[in-house]
């Protein structure tokens, strides 16, 4: 059974930067995108951005001048940072597998296996 | 971004009903529309891939369909452990927009 555990620092100052590290285990890394996805307080699901074992990422555009993701295949983890954050990105955090097929004309991807979570704050 | 909405927001029923939600895309997104379930306290949970794949292990209740711009999730006959938040989620383009959310209570 595939399993995402994800770790990092819950508590942030206004400017400083977010790292969140998720590690894999029980499933290939390669051959998978692996995703980034926040959920401010009381709010709605909001896309981060996803890389692959080799490293092709996208971003959400609203967030790409702030957003880092890599990934570290020989560990099977992958790390999100995001640079200068505010009271606006207080969010729980949560990593996911994401799997890519290609349909008749278009890929369509979807995300199966998901971390429990971290809560993230900002605050001064 | 393709913008994704949900209807209702809210919605009230009861154990035993059957039950529908909308989910309708700004422009055309062909198949590829996820469905989600969270629960309080919890990561979401896959219910329904590409518009109308039942995702492993997901009760045979839910089911997708739609493609295009509409789309909607039934739960055939709804169990007290169905109450929770729903959301769709486009994938034809990226940044993959969620839908904001319909809550069954």
């Known amino acids: 059974q595939v399993q995402l555990q994800q770790w990092g620092a819950g508590l942030l100052k206004p400017s400083e930067t977010l790292s969140l590290t998720c590690a894999v285990y029980g499933g290939s890394f390669s051959g998978y995108y692996w995703s980034w996805i926040r959920q401010p307080p009381g709010k709605g699901l909001e896309w981060i951005g996803e890389i692959n074992h080799s490293g092709s990422t996208n971003f959400n555009p609203s967030l790409m001048s702030r957003v880092t993701i890599s990934v570290d295949t020989p560990k099977n983890q992958f790390s999100l940072k995001l640079s200068s954050v505010t009271a606006a990105d207080t969010a729980v955090y949560y990593c996911?597998?994401?799997?890519?097929?290609?349909?008749?004309?278009?890929?369509?991807?979807?995300?199966?296996?998901w971390g429990k979570g971290t809560t993230v704050t900002v605050s001064s | 971004d393709i913008q994704m909405t949900q209807s209702p927001s809210f919605l009230s029923a009861s154990v035993g009903d059957r039950v529908t939600i909308t989910c309708r895309a700004s422009q055309t997104i062909s198949h590829c529309l996820n469905w989600y379930q969270q629960k309080p306290g919890k990561a979401p949970r896959l219910l329904i891939y590409a518009a109308s794949s039942l995702q492993s292990g997901v009760p045979s209740r839910f089911s997708g369909s739609g493609s295009g711009t509409d789309f909607t999730l039934t739960i055939s006959s709804l169990q007290p452990d169905d109450f929770a938040t729903y959301y769709c989620?486009?994938?034809?383009?990226?940044?993959?927009?969620f839908g904001q959310g319909t809550k069954l209570e």
């Open positions: 989620q486009q994938t034809y383009n990226s940044p993959r927009t």
């Open positions: 996911a597998r994401t799997i890519q097929v290609w349909s008749h004309t278009s890929y369509y991807y979807y995300m199966d296996f």
